[in-house]
C-alpha cells in the first residue's frame, strides 16, 4: 500500500459525501498527491478499490488533469507561470534565472531531490505577476531577492 | 392535434419533406429517407457525443452549423445536408483529422473499408496545407509504427485513431467492460488499456469493427488480406443458442475474418469473440479429411465406400441380430437442422430406434415423455422483448459466458432503461456489477430458496388473483421464508426484498440457464420456477426464458432428436414419414448405461464428444469400450474419434448451407462460404449415405427435405401453462466426508464445447483448462495465478492451474471443460445432484 | 467609477471569520430570503436587478434560474465556479480568499432560489489558499447553523461540499465542469441538455461564477432598485476588473458598470509601465479581441465593449505597452488554448495544434509566405464548429491580433523577425 491511513480515511470521508461515488475520484486524487507528492498507476489501482471504482475510469481522469505530476518530483516542485499576464512582467527570465540559480533546465530535478522546476499555464496571479507556485504555496510579485530568499529558506527545511 | 401527431415531427430536409417520431435525430431522420450523412463518432447504439463533427448540417434560422447526429428534429425545421457551407466544414473536418493521420492506407489493414479514406475520396481531398512532421505517438521507440498490443488479438496504432472514442465508449456503455480508456488530453489523447491491464473481455473483438479507421486491428485480419479481394458470405454463429447474425470474408478457399451482420431483433450488431474467431476451426490444422477406419489397433484411411460400407454392414448386423433398440445415436446440438433431421430419421425409419439423443452434457436425463423441462422449455422467448421488462430475474446462468449476446440485452434494459437485475446463483457471475442484489444460494438448494420466495410474495399479499395461492403452503416444501433462508444460506431478508420486487413488478423477464438444465433435478427446479412464474403473473405480464444451449438445440428439439415426443410431435413424424418405432427410446444417459450393460451395440456419435463433455468422464469411457461398434463424425480428432471403429470427417458450418433455430424459435439461415474440406460431408450427406447403404436414400436433395424440416420447425407447442401451483418438495443433498467444496464445470468465457479450442485466435485468450477459485479460497490453499491444483471428487482427478477470479467470492470449484488435454467432466458424478470436491495444492518437487 | 460593493470589507483580515462578517452584516440576506421570501422571489428580485453572470458569458443570473423545472422530481444543483483559469482573471480568487462567507451567503441563497439542497463550489485545484479558505469558511457556517439541517428553523436543508479541480482550464466552461465533478474527464457535453434541465448525475442544475453569486446577498439585502441604480441600463452594478500586465499598479479593482478603460488604467491602475506608451489592452481575459489605445474611453460594460468590438468576459483587463510583440502574445495564447483543450471535438483539438504550429514558427523567424490566410481559414474553421466556446476563445484574439496588427505579422514573416522583440526582466 502506498496510501498511508490518513490518506485512506480521508478519500472515505470524501467519499460518502457525494450522491455518486465517482465524484470522489478528482477528491482521491487530490490527497494521494498531497501525501505522495505524484501520482501512478499503483494509486489509481489503490484509489479504485477504496471508492470502487474502475481503476481506467482513476486513470483516465488522474491522466486529464495536469496539475498533478505522474512520476517523482522532487521536495518543492517550484511551477513558474509563464502565461501571458507573467510573461509581460519577466517570467521567461525568471524561469531563466530559477535555472541558473538550480542549476537544472525546466523539467528537470536537482540531483538532491530537493527541486523540480516546471513552467505551468496561468494560475489566477495575474494582477500579482511575475508568480510561481511552490507545492501548493503562491509567491508573487517576484523579485531576484525574494527569489533568493524564498529558495535558502526551502534549502534550509530540506 | 391528436395524440398521436405530438409523438411525431415533421421537418423538411434537403427540400423533402419527412416526418419522423419525435425523439429522433436530424440525422437519423435524413437517414429514414436515404440521404446519408457523414460520421466518424456516431453509432447507432451509442449516445451521441457530437465530437468528430463530420455531420454538419445547415438549419435555416441557426446561425451557425449544427451536428445532426445530436440534433433533435423539431417540428417546421428546415435542413440543408448538402449546401455549399455544409460541404466546406467537412472538407474542414477532415482535413483537421488528416493533419496527424498517417498516409499509410495501402499497408493499412482498414485499407479499402476505413470510413476516413472513404469520405476523404468523397470530399475529394488530396492535397493539405498542413507542411509540418506529423505528430507520432510511438510506444516502442525502435519502430517508427506504434504497433502496441492492447490485448489477445488487438492490436493499436494510435497514429491511426481519430479520437472518436466510440471504442471506449461501446466498451462501457455496452458491454460493461473496464479495461480500456482514453488518457491525457487534447491532441495527444490516447487510447490504452488500464493500469495492468490487457484488452480481453469477450467482447473485444467489437472494438476493431466500431473503430472506424486503422487504429485498432485485429491479429487474424492483419496483413493476411484486402478487403477488396474477399467476398462476403451470410452466416449464423455456432457458439451458442443466441444465435448472431455473422459475416464471413472469404477468398477462394479460406475464411479470413467474421464480423457482425447487424440483426436488431437478436444482437444489435454486435458478436462475441467466440462468433468472431470460432470460423478459424474451418481452416485449422489437423480438420479430419478423409474416413478412417479400425484396423487392429490402429485407425486407417480409408474411401467414402469402404466406409459406409462397413458400417451399413455392422448397424445390419446388430440390427438383424437383436434389433435397431441396439444402436444409439448421439448429435452434437449444434449441427444445422438437415443434418439433425437425417440423423433422426435415419434411426427411425431406417434402424427402426428411437434412441437418438442431443442433450449431450445433461446427467441423468428423464425417462418419461413430458418431463416439465422440456415442455417448458419450448415456451417462446424474445431477447428484444426483455427490453420491456422491469425486473430481470436471472436463476443458475453465469449469462455472460452462455449467452453473451443475450447477457447484453439484459445490461442494456438494466443501464440504459433503469430495469433491476437479480441474479441468482450458486456463485457470483459478472452480471453482479449491475444487479440489484446478487444472491448466492448454498449448491443445490435453489428449489428451496425459489419455494421461499413464492412463500413470501404470498405473505406479502403480492400474490397475482389469476392462481389459488392458498394451496402453496400444502404443495411446497420448506414452506416458511425461515427454512428456506436456513436451506438456502440466503438471509431471510434479502429473499423478502426479492419477492416485493418480483411481486411488485410490472413486467418480468426470467432467464434460466445451464447450471439448471444440467441438473438433475431439473424438473423439481422447473416446478418451483412455474410456481414462481405463476404467483408474479409472468404468464401475462413477462416472458419465461428456459435458455438453450447450444446454436441449434432449440431446432434439435423441434425435430425431434430425443428419445421421447410428445405424442403431437410422433403424429407428425408418423404423417411425414409414414411411419415411427413402437419401442420406447433411450436418452443420451440411458444409451451409454445401457452400452455399459451390453444391451446396446453400436453408437453413431455425429460431432459431438461425450468423452470430454459428458458428465461423468470413467462411465462414458466404460460405456464406449463395451460397444461393439463406434461410428464418430466429426471436424477433428477427439477423445471419442480416438475410440471409434469408423470417423468420418464432418464438414463445418462454413462449408454448408443450413439453418438453426436460435433460443427465441427464430429459424435462421447461413450460406454455404467454402467447399467442404478435403473429402468432408456434411451431416446430413453422411446419414444419407448410410440410409442408401442400409436400405433406400432419405433424400433425393436436401432442397426437398426442407419443406418436411420447416414445417417441424415452426411447428409451435408453446404449452398453455398450467394454472395450478406445483408440488415442490425439496431433500437437501449434503456433501460427504472429505470431499467438501461444489464443483461447477463450465465454459470457459472464449469457448464453447469441444470445438472452440482449434481457434488461434481464441487459444490466444486461453488454451487449457482452470480451476477458478474466490480470492479467500486461493488464499486457504496459499495458491496464486497459475498454482496447480489437485482436483479430486469420488470418481476421479484432474490437476489445474489456477485463475483467481474478480467475482467469486464463495468456496466453490469452478472448472472448464473445453479442452481436450483436460477431460474435467472425470470429476463428476451422473447421479449425484452437486458434485463435491477436495483441493490439495501439487508441491513441486 | 471605484464603487466598494463586494470589496467593502476585502482589506479586512478578520472578514474571513463568521463572527466579523456577521458583525458587518453578513448572513441576514440568507435569513430574510429563507424567512421572508418565497423562491420565486428571490428569482424575481434577481431578475429585476439585472445581474449578470460575471463568469464571462454574461447571461442574466435571475432568468438563469428560472430554468430550472419546478416540478422536477430531480434533485436540483446549484455549482459555484470557481475554477478561475482565464489568463488575465484573478478576482474570484481574492473574494474566496478575503470575504468567503459572502461567496457560501451567495450560494445558499441561489440553492433556495432554485430548490437545492446539495451545492457544490468546484475550486481549481492549484488554489490552495483559497481552498483553505473556504473549506474553513464553510465549516464555520455549519457550526453556526447557516448550512446544514433545518437552517434558521425554517425546515430548509443545504449541504455544501467544497470540490477541487486538477489543473484544466477547460472544467471552468459549465459541462466540462459537470463532467469533472462526475469523476469523468473534464470534457465539455453537447448541449441541449442544458444544464438547467439535465446537468450533475443528469439533474438540474445551475452553475454560476463566484463574483455573479457574492453579488446576491447585497442584492436580497439592499433590493433591486439600489443594484440597477448602478452601472448602465442594461449592465447594472459593479464587477470586479483584474488589471495585470504593464501598468504600475496592477489589481483587483471593483468598479460601478459603465466606468471608462481609461479611469482603470490610468487612474486606478497608475498608468502604463516604465512611462512607455500603450499597445493594447485585452479587455475580459485572454479570449477576448483586442482594443486600441484610441478605444481608451470605451465604457467597461458588457455593450459598449462590444460595440467597441470586444467583449467583457470575466473582466481581466492585461495591458500591452509598445514594446510588446504581438506575434509573441499570441504564441502565448494559443500555446495555452492547445494545452487545454480537451480532445474532444476536431476543430478545437487539431486545430488548435495546427495553430500553435503556425504561430510559434512565425515567431521564431521562420513563418512562409501565405501562413497569415492558413491561420485565418483555421480560425475560420474552428469559431462556432467546436463544442464548447475553448474554440472561439482561442481563435477570437487571433482573429483580432491578425486584423488589427497584420503588419506587425507580416513584418515577421517578411524579416524573420519580431518589430518589437519581447524582453521583459523580471525585477
Ligand atoms: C473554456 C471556458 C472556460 C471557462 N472558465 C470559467 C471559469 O473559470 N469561471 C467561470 O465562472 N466561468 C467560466 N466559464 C464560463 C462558464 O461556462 C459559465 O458560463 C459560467 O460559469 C456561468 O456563470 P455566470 O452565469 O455566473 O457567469 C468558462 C467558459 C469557457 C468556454
Ligand atoms: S481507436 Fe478507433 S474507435 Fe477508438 S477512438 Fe481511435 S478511431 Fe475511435
Ligand atoms: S457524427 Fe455527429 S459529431 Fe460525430
Redesign the interface.
Known amino acids: 500500500m502506498i496510501l498511508n491511513e490518513t490518506s485512506v480515511a480521508e478519500i472515505k470521508e470524501k467519499m460518502v459525501r457525494y450522491p455518486r461515488r465517482k465524484s470522489a475520484i478528482l477528491p482521491a486524487l487530490t490527497v494521494a498527491y498531497h501525501q505522495v507528492g505524484h501520482l501512478n498507476d499503483d494509486i489509481y489501482d489503490e484509489i479504485a478499490s477504496i471508492i470502487d471504482i474502475p481503476a481506467v475510469e482513476i486513470a483516465e481522469a488522474a491522466t486529464f488533469y495536469t496539475m498533478f505530476p505522474k512520476h517523482p518530483v522532487g521536495k518543492y516542485l517550484i511551477q513558474v507561470c509563464h502565461n501571458i499576464s507573467c510573461a509581460l512582467l519577466g517570467a521567461d527570465s525568471l524561469v531563466h534565472y530559477l535555472e541558473e540559480k538550480l542549476g537544472i533546465k525546466k523539467g528537470e530535478t536537482t540531483p538532491d531531490n530537493v527541486f523540480t522546476l516546471i513552467t505551468v499555464e496561468c494560475l489566477g496571479s495575474c494582477a500579482s505577476a511575475p508568480m510561481m507556485q511552490i507545492n501548493d504555496q503562491y509567491y508573487e510579485f517576484l523579485t531576484r531577492e525574494k527569489v533568493d530568499a524564498i529558495l535558502d529558506e526551502l534549502r534550509k527545511q530540506a | 392535434m391528436s395524440s398521436a401527431d405530438d409523438n411525431k415531427v415533421t421537418l423538411t430536409i434537403d427540400g423533402r419533406e419527412v416526418t419522423v417520431p419525435r425523439g429522433m435525430t436530424v440525422l437519423e431522420a435524413a437517414k429514414s429517407i436515404g440521404i446519408e450523412i457523414p460520421t466518424f463518432c456516431w453509432h447507432p447504439k451509442l449516445k451521441?457525443?457530437?465530437?468528430?463533427?463530420?455531420c454538419?448540417v445547415e438549419i435555416e434560422k441557426m446561425?451557425?452549423?449544427a451536428?445532426s447526429c445530436?440534433t433533435?428534429a423539431m417540428p417546421g425545421m428546415v435542413v440543408h445536408t448538402d449546401s455549399d457551407l455544409v460541404k466546406q466544414?467537412r472538407r474542414?473536418?477532415l482535413?483537421?483529422?488528416l493533419?496527424?493521420h498517417p498516409l499509410d492506407c495501402p499497408t493499412c489493414d482498414k485499407g479499402g473499408e476505413c470510413d476516413l479514406q472513404d469520405l476523404t475520396f468523397a470530399h475529394g481531398i488530396d492535397d493539405s496545407?498542413?507542411?509540418?512532421n506529423k505528430?507520432r505517438f510511438i510506444r516502442d521507440k525502435k519502430s517508427t509504427f506504434d504497433d502496441y498490443r492492447l490485448g489477445p488479438e488487438i492490436i493499436r496504432n494510435q497514429n491511426r485513431c481519430?479520437?472518436c472514442?466510440k471504442c471506449v465508449r461501446s466498451n462501457k456503455e455496452v458491454f460493461g467492460e473496464?479495461?480500456?480508456?482514453?488518457?491525457?488530453?487534447?491532441?495527444?489523447?490516447e487510447i490504452d488499456?488500464?493500469?495492468?491491464?490487457q484488452v480481453d473481455s469477450i467482447y473485444s473483438g467489437n472494438l476493431v469493427e466500431i473503430c472506424p479507421v486503422g487504429a485498432l486491428t485485429n491479429t487474424d485480419w492483419r496483413y493476411n488480406i484486402r478487403v477488396w479481394k474477399t467476398q462476403k458470405v451470410n452466416s449464423i454463429c455456432q457458439y451458442c443458442a443466441d444465435g448472431c447474425n455473422l459475416t464471413l470474408w472469404k477468398d477462394r478457399q479460406k475464411i479470413y475474418r467474421a464480423t457482425s451482420r447487424r440483426n436488431d431483433a437478436i444482437d444489435e450488431g454486435w458478436i462475441c469473440n467466440r462468433g468472431r474467431y470460432g470460423y478459424q476451426i474451418a481452416n485449422a490444422e489437423g480438420r479430419l479429411t478423409v474416413p478412417l477406419i479400425k484396423r487392429g489397433e490402429r485407425q486407417e484411411n480409408a474411401t467414402w465406400d469402404e466406409a459406409i460400407e462397413l458400417i451399413a454392414r455392422r448397424f445390419k448386423e446388430i440390427k438383424d441380430k437383436k434389433g435397431g433398440v441396439c444402436i444409439g445415436g448421439l448429435a452434437y446440438p449444434g449441427l444445422d437442422s438437415a443434418s439433425l433431421y437425417a440423423f433422426s430419421k435415419l434411426f427411425r425409419t431406417i434402424l427402426n430406434s428411437n434412441n437418438v439423443d442431443f442433450r449431450i452434457d445433461y446427467k441423468m436425463l428423464p425417462e418419461e415423455p413430458g418431463d416439465l423441462y422440456t415442455q417448458i422449455t419450448s415456451r417462446k422467448f424474445s431477447i428484444a422483448g426483455i427490453e420491456n421488462s422491469d425486473v430481470v430475474l436471472v436463476i443458475g446462468s453465469n449469462l455472460i459466458n452462455e449467452h453473451p449476446i443475450t447477457n447484453l440485452r439484459v445490461r442494456k434494459v438494466v443501464t440504459q432503461k433503469g430495469a433491476k437485475l437479480y441474479t441468482l446463483n450458486p456463485f457470483a457471475t459478472k452480471s453482479g456489477d449491475i444487479s440489484t442484489d446478487e444472491i448466492i444460494y448454498r449448491a443445490g438448494t435453489v428449489e428451496a430458496l425459489i419455494n421461499g420466495l413464492c412463500v413470501s410474495i404470498v405473505e406479502q399479499k403480492l400474490a397475482s388473483d389469476t392462481v389459488d395461492a392458498s394451496k402453496l403452503a400444502t404443495r411446497v416444501e420448506p414452506n416458511t421464508v425461515a427454512q428456506a433462508a436456513k436451506i438456502s444460506g440466503v438471509e431471510a431478508d434479502r429473499i423478502v426484498g426479492l419477492a416485493q420486487a418480483l411481486g411488485e413488478a410490472k413486467h418480468i423477464t426470467l432467464i434460466t440457464g445451464e447450471l439448471l438444465s444440467t441438473s438433475i433435478t431439473r424438473d423439481a427446479i422447473t416446478a418451483a420456477i412455474m410456481n414462481l412464474a405463476l404467483l408474479c403473473g409472468m404468464a401475462e405480464n413477462g416472458q419465461i426464458g428456459f435458455l438453450s444451449k447450444y446454436a441449434n438445440s432449440k431446432g434439435a428439439e423441434k425435430l425431434g432428436v430425443m428419445p421421447l415426443l410428445s405424442d403431437s410431435l410422433i403424429a407428425e413424424m408418423k404423417t411425414l414419414w409414414g411411419g415411427y418405432p413402437e419401442q420406447k427410446g433411450l436418452g443420451a444417459d440411458r444409451m451409454i448405461l445401457s452400452a455399459k450393460k451390453e444391451e446396446i451395440d453400436a453408437l453413431f456419435v455425429m460431432g459431438s464428444d461425450p468423452m470430454l463433455c459428458y458428465p461423468d468422464g470413467q462411465f462414458v469411457r466404460e460405456g464406449i469400450e463395451k460397444l461393439d461398434f463406434l461410428v464418430v463424425a466429426d471436424l477433428f480428432e477427439t477423445r471419442t474419434t480416438q475410440m471409434a471403429d469408423v470417423v468420418l470427417p464432418l464438414s463445418s458450418i462454413a462449408e454448408m448451407s443450413g439453418d438453426f433455430v436460435n433460443l427465441e424459435g427464430t429459424v435462421q439461415h447461413f450460406d454455404q462460404a467454402i467447399k467442404p474440406l478435403g473429402q468432408s460431408m456434411p451431416g446430413y450427406d453422411i446419414c444419407n449415405k448410410i440410409a442408401s447403404a442400409l436400405k433406400e436414400p432419405l433424400f433425393e436433395s436436401v432442397a426437398r427435405m426442407q419443406p418436411d424440416i420447416m414445417r417441424l420447425l415452426l411447428r409451435e407447442e408453446n404449452p398453455e401453462i398450467q394454472r395450478e401451483l406445483r408440488e415442490v418438495k425439496t431433500s437437501v443433498e449434503q456433501a460427504s466426508g472429505e470431499y467438501t467444496v461444489p464443483l461447477f464445470v463450465v465454459d470457459q468465457a472464449h469457448h464453447f464445447a469441444h470445438l472452440t479450442e482449434r481457434s488461434k485466435s481464441l487459444s490466444a485468450f486461453c488454451s487449457e483448462a482452470h480451476l477458478e477459485l474466490s480470492p479467500s479460497m486461493a488464499e486457504k490453499l496459499h495458491a496464486e495465478t497459475g498454482t496447480l491444483i489437485r482436483v479430486e471428487s469420488e470418481v476421479g482427478k484432474v490437476i489445474l492451474p489456477v485463475i483467481i477470479s474478480e467475482h467469486i467470492d464463495n468456496d466453490v470449484a469452478v472448472v472448464t471443460r473445453n479442452f481436450s488435454a483436460n477431460p474435467v467432466n472425470d470429476l463428476q458424478m451422473r447421479k449425484q445432484r452437486v458434485d463435491y470436491v477436495r483441493l490439495t495444492r501439487v508441491e513441486e518437487k | 467609477m471605484e464603487k466598494k460593493v463586494l470589496f467593502t470589507y476585502i482589506d479586512d483580515p478578520a472578514q474571513v471569520k463568521v463572527e466579523t462578517y456577521v458583525g458587518h452584516g453578513g448572513y441576514t440576506a440568507w435569513q430574510k430570503a429563507l424567512k421572508q421570501m418565497k423562491p420565486a422571489d428571490v428569482i424575481d428580485e434577481v431578475k429585476k436587478s439585472g445581474l449578470r453572470g460575471r463568469g464571462g458569458a454574461g447571461f442574466p443570473a435571475g432568468l438563469k434560474w428560472s430554468f430550472v423545472p419546478k416540478d422536477s422530481p430531480k434533485p436540483r444543483y446549484l455549482i459555484c465556479n470557481a475554477d478561475e483559469s482565464e489568463p488575465g482573471t484573478c478576482k474570484d480568487r481574492v473574494l474566496m480568499e478575503h470575504d468567503p462567507h459572502g461567496v457560501i451567503e451567495g450560494m445558499a441563497i441561489a440553492s433556495y432560489a432554485i430548490g437545492s439542497h446539495l451545492c457544490f463550489i468546484y475550486i481549481r485545484g492549484e488554489f490552495g489558499g483559497p481552498i483553505r479558505c473556504m473549506e474553513q469558511a464553510v465549516k464555520e457556517a455549519y457550526a453556526k447553523g447557516y448550512l446544514g439541517k433545518n437552517v434558521f428553523g425554517t425546515g430548509y436543508d443545504l449541504d455544501m461540499i467544497v470540490h477541487t479541480g486538477g489543473g484544466a482550464y477547460i472544467c471552468g466552461e459549465e459541462t466540462a465542469l459537470l463532467n469533472s465533478l462526475e469523476g469523468e474527464r473534464g470534457m465539455s457535453r453537447i448541449r441541449p441538455p442544458f444544464p438547467a434541465i439535465e446537468g450533475l448525475y443528469a439533474c438540474p442544475t445551475v452553475v454560476n461564477n463566484v463574483e455573479t453569486l457574492a453579488s446576491v446577498p447585497h442584492i436580497i439585502n439592499n433590493g433591486a432598485e439600489w443594484y440597477t441604480s448602478m452601472g448602465t441600463e442594461k449592465s447594472a452594478g459593479t464587477k470586479i476588473f483584474s488589471l495585470s500586465g504593464h501598468v504600475n499598479k496592477p489589481g483587483n479593482y471593483e468598479l460601478e458598470l459603465g466606468t471608462p478603460l481609461s479611469y482603470l488604467i490610468n487612474d486606478l491602475g497608475g498608468g502604463i509601465k516604465d512611462g512607455l506608451k500603450l499597445k493594447a489592452v485585452i479587455p475580459g481575459g485572454s479570449s477576448t479581441p483586442f482594443l486600441l489605445p484610441d478605444q481608451l474611453d470605451t465604457k467597461l460594460d458588457y455593450e459598449s465593449i462590444a460595440a467597441a468590438g470586444s467583449m467583457l468576459g470575466s473582466g481581466g483587463v492585461i495591458v500591452l505597452h509598445e514594446k510588446t510583440c504581438i506575434v509573441w502574445v499570441i504564441e502565448r495564447l494559443i500555446h495555452f488554448y492547445r494545452h487545454e483543450s480537451c480532445g474532444k471535438c476536431t476543430p478545437c483539438r487539431e486545430g488548435t495544434g495546427w495553430l500553435e504550429q503556425l504561430i510559434s514558427r512565425i515567431e521564431r523567424g521562420e513563418g512562409k509566405p501565405g501562413d497569415l490566410e492558413k491561420i485565418e481559414s483555421i480560425c475560420d474553421n474552428i469559431l462556432g464548429r467546436t463544442v464548447c466556446p475553448l474554440g472561439d476563445a482561442a481563435v477570437m484574439p487571433i482573429q483580432s491580433a491578425l486584423k488589427l496588427f497584420r503588419d506587425e505579422w507580416q513584418y515577421h514573416i517578411d524579416n524573420k523577425r519580431c518589430l518589437v522583440k519581447s524582453e521583459f526582466a523580471f525585477a
Open positions: 451521441p457525443v457530437g465530437a468528430c463533427r463530420m454538419y446561425p451557425k452549423l451536428v445530436a433533435e466544414g474542414a473536418v482535413e483537421f483529422i493533419l496527424n496545407q498542413f507542411d509540418f505528430y481519430i479520437l472514442y473496464y479495461d480500456l480508456g482514453a488518457f491525457q488530453r487534447g491532441n495527444i489523447t488499456t488500464g493500469p495492468g491491464q
